[in-house]
C-alpha cells in the first residue's frame, strides 16, 4: 500500500541551529500538507501546496520557517533557526483533489522534533 | 478565517458505553472528514462525507453531516478499549482542510 513518507522520524537539535524534514507524498497526489501538532492539541497547518505551489501559508512563521516543493513531488520543510518552542511532531501528508475539493488526507509517521 | 469548533474536548466513558463527538461550522461546507489519531500516532482517515444530511455506518460508528452542512457527529456505540484515540473533524472548504481541535475518547478502567 503506498505511504507518505517522512525523514527523520527524530530529531534533537540546540537552539539557534537550522534543521531539514523531508516528505514524499503518495504518487499522484497533487496536494501536500505540512502539520505541526503539539502534544495533545490537533494539527496545526503550516503549509498547503497544490502541486508545486504554495495554497495556504498564512500560518507558517516565515521569519524562520520556510518550505518548498519544487517539482510539485516531494517537499523539505526547514526551520532557521530553531527555537524551543518548536518542539513538535511535524506531519506531512497528501491528497488528491477532486473538482477543487479536498479529498482524504494520507498521513506520513512524522518527524519528533526536540529543540535543547 | 473558517473555524470549526470540536466538542467536547475530553470524554471519559466506561467500557461499553457510548460516546459522541460534535463539529460546527458556521459556515456551509463543502464536505467533512473524521479522523482517528490513536496515542502516539499519527491521524487516519475514517470516512468522508459530501451530502446535506448523508449519515455513514462502519460497525459501531455512526457519522452524520446536517442537513444545512455545518455540523457533523461521530457515535460510536458500546465502546471498547481500541477506541481508544482522538477523533478530529476536518471541514473541507475548496481546497482547504479546517481541522477541528479534537475529542479525546478515555476508557475508564
Known amino acids: 500500500e503506498a505511504e507518505v513518507a517522512q525523514s527523520p522520524r527524530y530529531k534533537i537539535t540546540e537552539k539557534s541551529q537550522a534543521v531539514a524534514f523531508w516528505c514524499d507524498p503518495i504518487s499522484g497526489h497533487a496536494t501536500l500538507y505540512w502539520y505541526r501538532q503539539i502534544l495533545g492539541q490537533g494539527p496545526e497547518l503550516l503549509v498547503q501546496?497544490?502541486?508545486?505551489?504554495?495554497?495556504?501559508d498564512s500560518q507558517l512563521p516565515k521569519d524562520r520557517f520556510s518550505a518548498e516543493r519544487l517539482k510539485g513531488v516531494d517537499s523539505t520543510l526547514k526551520i532557521q533557526p530553531a527555537e524551543l518552542g518548536d518542539s513538535a511532531m511535524y506531519l506531512c501528508?497528501?491528497?488528491?483533489?477532486?473538482?477543487?475539493?479536498?479529498?482524504?488526507?494520507?498521513f506520513g509517521q512524522g518527524t519528533r522534533l526536540t529543540v535543547v | 478565517g473558517q473555524q470549526v469548533m470540536q466538542i467536547p474536548q475530553y470524554q471519559h466513558v466506561q467500557e461499553g458505553e457510548d460516546f459522541t463527538t460534535y463539529c460546527n461550522s458556521s459556515?456551509?461546507?463543502?464536505?467533512i472528514q473524521w479522523y482517528k489519531q490513536r496515542p502516539g500516532g499519527h491521524p487516519v482517515f475514517l470516512i468522508q462525507l459530501v451530502k446535506s444530511g448523508e449519515v455513514k455506518k462502519q460497525k459501531r460508528l455512526t457519522f452524520q453531516f446536517g442537513e444545512a452542512k455545518k455540523n457533523s457527529s461521530l457515535h460510536i456505540t458500546a465502546t471498547q478499549t481500541t477506541d481508544v484515540g482522538t477523533y478530529f473533524c476536518a471541514a473541507g472548504s475548496n481546497y482547504q482542510l479546517i481541522w477541528g481541535a479534537g475529542t479525546k475518547l478515555i476508557i475508564k478502567p
Open positions: 501528508a497528501s491528497s488528491l483533489t477532486d473538482r477543487g475539493r479536498s479529498t482524504e488526507a494520507f
Open positions: 501546496f497544490q502541486d508545486e505551489s504554495v495554497v495556504d
Open positions: 459556515t456551509t461546507l463543502s464536505n
